[in-house]
């Protein structure tokens, strides 16, 4: 009898009603992340010719994921060496971490001689920000507010709000030349209260891959200096931009030299493959070893509710590479065969629009831009053309994923773009 009337009581409720009662009613449909939503409709598409622009994750000339053969070789040596698996400490594996500071900062730096970097190891780049916009949120004694170049990583922008800073913005992108708006991100920066923490993409900026000369470099240092500003580097694609791991790291030993405190954000996703292993490092230039062994134990306070202590193995793996001399000149040969591949799509594409096709509009932008990525200058219509009549897909603004592109899709490429410009798709 309880039975037949509990069943008329479930079936009664119709399902609007069951959802009303539900503790999480009223949660909202969150937005689809643009990213995803090129990469589903990819995925859909049964074209042959189909290219996906979208995703920023390096491919090989056959257009397939590539594990490089440095890192294939540091697995094998750390599988003899029969590692246990236990916990990392808080801020992870020290040889990793000091080998990832020498890495960004260079043998000569000053503050790396004198033991005055505080560094640990973050889930890749995504949480080197989030524990750098943490620690600034808690211990930062001035203004919690941190500018942001536009445009920007889409991720920087929750990522630091949610840290609890408050998000401004710089000029930085000049739709009209498709270059770098240098007075404007110099006259952005002037006008910025004293003591606010700057966000700089340390090379290959995402998502314009419009990076500043050294001379500019130098001008934002001097900018900084004079305002009292806190630069905060992102970088994500040290030796992957240029194929020099000391190029791509110049701003941000520029500014150490130049007597700037700095943190620094890196990731080793791009330069070493290593996407699903998220190995990363966050480091605060600091005073003395005193000064650093106190950032030391309020990082540790950070890190320890965030997710206790980081992956292993991706560490040891950077680890191995950064620490064998052997196998770090076979990773800064493969990190430059990398970039030069990326450097030759540029090229190629930028020869068949001016030269073979003579494609309306100027296209220099595409190869001085570095890096992934690429603001191809392509407005919404045109990209929406291309997706939906010559199957490539890439954001509604223009940005592509250079490493999509290779030999046997390039000029395919190129030719759908001129027909997208002369409206004939």
């Given at each position: 009898m309880l039975q037949a009337v509990a069943r008329r009581t479930v079936t009664g409720?119709?399902?609007?009603?069951?959802?009303?009662?539900?503790?999480?009613?009223?949660?909202?449909?969150?937005?689809?992340?643009?990213?995803?939503?090129?990469?589903?409709?990819?995925?859909?598409?049964?074209?042959?010719?189909?290219?996906?622009?979208?995703?920023?994750?390096?491919?090989?000339?056959?257009?397939?994921?590539?594990?490089?053969?440095?890192?294939?070789?540091?697995?094998?040596?750390?599988?003899?060496?029969n590692v246990d698996k236990e916990y990392l400490g808080i801020t992870g594996l020290p040889e990793f971490t000091a080998r990832a500071a020498l890495l960004a900062y260079g043998a000569e730096s000053d503050p790396l001689t004198r033991g005055a970097i505080s560094v640990t190891q973050s889930i890749s780049g995504t949480g080197a920000l989030r524990i750098g916009g943490a620690f600034f949120a808690r211990h930062y004694p001035h203004a919690k507010a941190i500018y942001l170049p536009t445009p920007t990583w889409g991720n920087h922008i929750p990522l630091f709000r949610d840290s609890g800073l408050e998000v401004r913005s710089y000029r930085y992108f000049n739709k009209e030349t498709i270059g770098l708006d240098f007075e404007g991100l110099k006259a952005d920066l002037l006008a910025a209260p004293e003591h606010a923490i700057v966000l700089l993409h340390a090379c290959a900026h995402n998502p314009t891959g419009i990076d500043p000369t050294p001379e500019q470099w130098a001008t934002i240092s001097d900018i900084v200096?004079?305002?009292?500003?806190?630069?905060?580097?992102?970088?994500?694609?040290?030796?992957?931009?240029?194929?020099?791991?000391?190029?791509?790291?110049?701003?941000?030993?520029?500014?150490?030299?130049?007597?700037?405190?700095?943190?620094?954000?890196?990731?080793?996703?791009?330069?070493?493959?290593?996407?699903?292993?998220?190995?990363?490092?966050?480091?605060?230039?600091?005073?003395?070893?005193?000064?650093?062994?106190?950032?030391?134990?309020?990082?540790?306070?950070?890190?320890?509710?965030?997710?206790?202590?980081?992956?292993?193995?991706?560490?040891?793996?950077?680890?191995?590479?950064?620490?064998?001399?052997?196998?770090?000149?076979?990773?800064?040969?493969?990190?430059?065969?990398?970039?030069?591949?990326?450097?030759?799509?540029?090229?190629?594409?930028?020869?068949?629009?001016?030269?073979?096709?003579?494609?309306?509009?100027?296209?220099?932008?595409?190869?001085n831009q570095i890096g992934m990525f690429s603001y191809t200058g392509l407005k919404p219509d045109q990209t929406k053309a291309l997706a939906e009549k010559a199957h490539i897909y890439m954001t509604s603004e223009g940005r592509i994923s250079m490493a999509g592109l290779n030999g046997g899709n390039v000029e395919y490429f190129a030719e759908s773009v001129d027909s997208a410009v002369r409206g004939k798709l």
């Open positions: 409720v119709n399902a609007s009603a069951l959802r009303s009662l539900s503790t999480w009613a009223s949660v909202a449909q969150g937005p689809p992340d643009p990213i995803l939503g090129i990469s589903e409709a990819f995925k859909a598409d049964k074209d042959p010719r189909k290219i996906n622009l979208g995703v920023g994750a390096y491919r090989d000339e056959h257009g397939k994921p590539y594990v490089l053969q440095s890192v294939k070789k540091a697995e094998e040596a750390i599988a003899a060496q200096k004079e305002r009292k500003l806190f630069p905060f580097f992102d970088m994500a694609y040290q030796g992957f931009a240029s194929g020099n791991i000391a190029r791509d790291a110049f701003a941000v030993r520029h500014f150490v030299a130049q007597g700037h405190q700095v943190a620094v954000a890196q990731s080793f996703a791009k330069n070493m493959g290593l996407y699903g292993e998220r190995t990363g490092a966050f480091s605060l230039t600091v005073a003395d070893p005193e000064e650093k062994a106190r950032v030391d134990s309020q990082l540790k306070i950070v890190i320890r509710p965030m997710y206790s202590n980081p992956p292993a193995h991706g560490a040891r793996i950077a680890s191995q590479i950064l620490g064998d001399p052997a196998l770090y000149a076979q990773w800064e040969t493969e990190v430059k065969g990398m970039a030069d591949r990326i450097i030759s799509m540029r090229e190629k594409i930028y020869s068949i629009l001016t030269h073979d096709l003579k494609t309306p509009g100027t296209w220099d932008h595409i190869k």
